[in-house]
């Protein structure tokens, strides 16, 4: 098994830019789509994901800002967030999402937090 273990977060000023990193440990990173979630337990939404092979999806609302990489070396996936805005603010956890219905994978998260 395994699960997900993300890091990056803070409190940046809006216009700010951050990268977030989430680490995978045990079995769950080969093959699989990881995605990053921002919200709260029951309400988190796909910000963007990337495939074992490299290709993207970024929610609309974060196009063009936000940008999805990944390092199958590493088992890491990163997102690097730019030109943040304070309705960003939100917990960002990472997860596949094929295993996304388990409780067993998911991470703390990592608080973003955009304010002046």
Not at 36 to 46: D, K, L, N
Not at 106 to 115: A, N
Request: aromatic fraction near 10%.
């Amino acid at each position: 098994q395994g699960h997900f273990v993300e890091s990056g977060g803070g409190l940046v000023q809006p216009g700010g830019s951050l990268r977030l990193s989430c680490a995978a440990s045990g079995n769950i990173f080969s093959g699989l789509v990881i995605a990053w979630y921002r919200g709260g337990p029951g309400q988190r939404a796909v910000v963007a994901s990337v495939s074992s092979t490299g290709g993207t999806y970024v929610e609309d609302s974060v196009k063009g800002r936000f940008t999805i990489t990944r390092d199958n070396a590493k088992r890491t996936v990163y997102l690097q967030m730019n030109d943040l805005k304070p309705e960003d603010t939100a917990i960002y956890y990472c997860n596949a999402p094929q295993l996304a219905s388990s409780p067993n994978y998911w991470g703390q998260g990592t608080q973003v937090t955009v304010s002046s």
